[in-house]
């Protein structure tokens, strides 16, 4: 019997121990919260997420969980919800038929909510508590995105939950970690882009310091904790146990230093500051104006230099002793930037394009966000999705970017409006019946 197909049987069978030897020993495979059935195709299948994160690097973390499978149950503020729904222009209007008042949907907050489920509730009232105790006991894993310390209040912090659920798997994501003399900060993305290093080498030669065009470092972070929930899911195959995961916009923020951290910590000297589009050492690796817009050019050897030489139409580059080896054009970085970018203001970028197609050459058009939207690359590659919104209507999203040979990842179902399943997750997973739920919504626990 196949792996996928041993896993299939071993899920099923419910109430069974755990130990290391899972694989060799089906009977003592942990029972998943949903019991995925054989035509699911998504990795995460099964498995069920508590969300308690608002804005971006939260919802991005549990989104891409989504993505893959999980069932997300978003925990929302019954009155206002996420922050970012709030946070606009632009919005999708709702359709007249919603009979709903306002500017529409968010497009900061359709960008990370989908493939999830939404709940109005407050957890200021006992019962919501009560209520977030019961889905605790039903999920894999918690998400929360609290300073630190900031749900012990509410009973609600890995060590009460712990308690209640010992294979949870709960992870916070803070600014600046549970730990260390910054914990208590609240860090928003460009201010950890600033302290820790990403605003220094941002911007042109010269400059001032510049944040990336998206707040790449919420980003990273939840990419970074999805990567350490599904190590924790693993973890928990082998032991029984869940886990807390402390998760920092600041830790990630260092690690995605990178080369620049490591060529610091090396050399021991000071790094080399903004390059803009340039590369420290390689040249020509930068973008270049053309008529009606840039190009990008990477030299990264001496060969594709040739190539660039050719196709700009000025073959006799390759033999100037200036610009023979990398090494030289470094050093002569002001004269041979200069020659190409007066070769390529005489052309608009589509045409340069066309003359380097097939060439071997790696070039770029620097598209705006329409046009790289637009692109027929992005198109052919199923980055663009379409999904019927139940207020909105037709609105297109980004689609998840990692392409699978067996599993079918993507966008199932549309972000969800304020509290759209508070009926279902309480009557379902928590077995209240519709007059409690009725009361609830009067007392203003959920909406």
Not at 135 to 150: F, H, S, T, W
Not at 385 to 400: F, S, W, Y
Not at 405 to 418: C, D, F, I, M, N
């Amino acid at each position: 019997m196949s792996v996928a197909l041993r896993l299939q049987a071993i899920v099923r069978r419910p109430g069974l121990a755990l130990s290391s030897n899972a694989l060799r020993h089906p009977a003592q495979w942990r029972r998943f919260s949903t019991i995925p059935t054989p035509e699911d195709t998504l990795p995460l299948a099964g498995i069920r997420v508590l969300d308690m994160t608002r804005v971006l690097a939260g919802p991005y973390c549990t989104q891409i969980l989504g993505d893959l499978g999980a069932e997300v149950i978003k925990v929302e503020h019954p009155a206002r919800g996420d922050d970012t729904r709030a946070w606009g222009p632009p919005f999708a209007k709702y359709q007249d038929a919603s009979k709903k008042d306002g500017p529409g949907e968010s497009a900061y907050y359709l960008a990370v909510n989908r493939n999830k489920k939404s709940i109005g509730l407050s957890f200021q009232h006992k019962s919501g508590v009560e209520i977030l105790h019961k889905l605790v006991k039903e999920c894999d894993v918690l998400v929360e995105n609290y300073l630190p310390g900031g749900l012990k209040k509410y009973n609600m912090d890995y060590d009460t939950l712990h308690k209640i659920n010992p294979k949870l798997i709960y992870a916070s994501i803070t600014g600046y970690g549970q730990t260390g003399p910054y914990s208590n900060r609240a860090g928003y993305d460009v201010m950890v882009e600033a302290e820790m290093g990403m605003l220094h080498i941002t911007g042109e030669r010269g400059g001032n310091p510049v944040k990336v065009g998206v707040a790449v470092t919420d980003l990273t972070t939840g990419l970074y904790t999805s990567n350490a929930i599904m190590a924790s899911l693993l973890a928990r195959a082998r032991t029984g146990k869940g886990q807390h995961i402390d998760a920092c916009l600041s830790d990630c923020q260092v690690a995605t230093l990178s080369n620049i951290a490591s060529s610091a910590l090396i050399s021991g000297q000071k790094d080399t500051g903004r390059w803009g589009t340039a590369h420290p050492s390689i040249v020509p690796y930068r973008s270049y104006q053309t008529r009606d817009g840039n190009i990008l050019f990477g030299g990264g050897n001496d060969r594709l230099f040739g190539v660039l030489c050719d196709k700009l139409g000025f073959p006799e580059w390759k033999t100037d002793p200036r610009f023979v080896t990398n090494k030289d054009r470094v050093s002569h970085r002001e004269e041979i930037d200069g020659l190409i970018e007066d070769t390529t203001k005489q052309k608009t970028t589509e045409e340069w394009l066309k003359i380097f197609e097939g060439s071997g050459m790696p070039y770029a058009a620097v598209n705006d966000i329409q046009g790289t939207l637009n692109d027929a690359h992005v198109q052919a590659r199923g980055m663009v999705k379409e999904v019927d919104h139940p207020d909105c209507g037709p609105i297109k999203l980004v689609n998840t970017p990692i392409k699978y040979s067996h599993s079918t990842p993507g966008v199932r179902a549309p972000p969800p409006t304020l509290g759209q399943h508070t009926d279902q997750i309480l009557g379902e997973f928590c077995g209240f019946a519709k007059e409690d739920i009725a009361r609830l919504k009067k007392e203003g626990v959920v909406s």
